[in-house]
């Protein structure tokens, strides 16, 4: 045990994910999850709360989410032996590319024959329901998914209404991973930031554009000098699902219509 450990860094990439399930074995992997399935249920496992949320808009019932839904920026977390070994187990596995440890959520379910899916992660309902169908397709729960977007559709153009008529016509600054849903709400869009933090000269220009709000990135936020140097209201919106209770797509527009709704509307 010790020796795998102390030589990690010297074993080659292509062997990793399988000694990750040794160690699991070894040590423990939480319990199998498949265990508490009824018959005929599948698992999935959801590299992140945002896949996750998803998944469930596709119609999926057991998911288990392995970046815990408390983390800021949950595509940082470091996997544990028992989240591949879960990975192992389950009938599909969602992961979004550019999460760090996707390359070796992905490495594991192909040694152990599990389906992998990769999720395009875009808060804009159209994308959402494009990969909530490509899931559904998997699963074969294309009529939980259909029940879910007939719900789903006047929900969000309710956000859009709501959320146009407070901000309509005003210039609007927003970090990158916020754009396309700032761009389906149809707001005025002036500049952009991020995800790095902008520079001392990104902000003076940013300023410059005057905008009356900046939307920032609940888990990377950066757009705090932005706001204060163009004197503007600012917002921060989340992707990921955890923050204030939120699980679901509707939970993340929910909030980030509040969120949008109350800035710069004083105390």
Known sequence: ?????????LIR???????????????????????????????VVASTTWVAAIARAAGAEHIRV???????????????????????????????????????????AGSAGTAALEVKTVNRPGDIKAEARRIAEILGTLDRYTSWAAAFDPFAEEIRRKVSARWSGRRVVVELMHRPFAEWLGLDIAGEFGPAEPSPAAVAELARLRPELVIDNYHV??????????????????NFPGRDGTVTIEDVFGYNARALLRAGAGP
């Open 221 to 238: 936020p950066t757009g705090r000098p932005v706001a204060e140097a163009a004197g503007a209201a600012c917002a921060e919106l989340i």
């Open 66 to 108: 392995l970046a815990p839904a408390e983390l800021r920026h949950p595509p940082e977390y470091e996997l544990k032996p028992s989240d591949l070994a879960a990975a192992s187990r389950a009938d599909l596995v969602l992961y979004a590319e550019w999460e760090t440890f996707a390359r070796r959520l992905k490495e594991t």
């Open 13 to 43: 990439p292509v062997f990793f994910p399988a000694l990750l399930l040794l160690a699991a074995a070894v040590f423990g992997g939480g319990g199998d999850d498949r265990a508490a399935l009824p018959p005929g249920g599948k698992l």
């Open 1 to 9: 045990m010790f020796l795998f450990f102390g030589c990690r860094r």
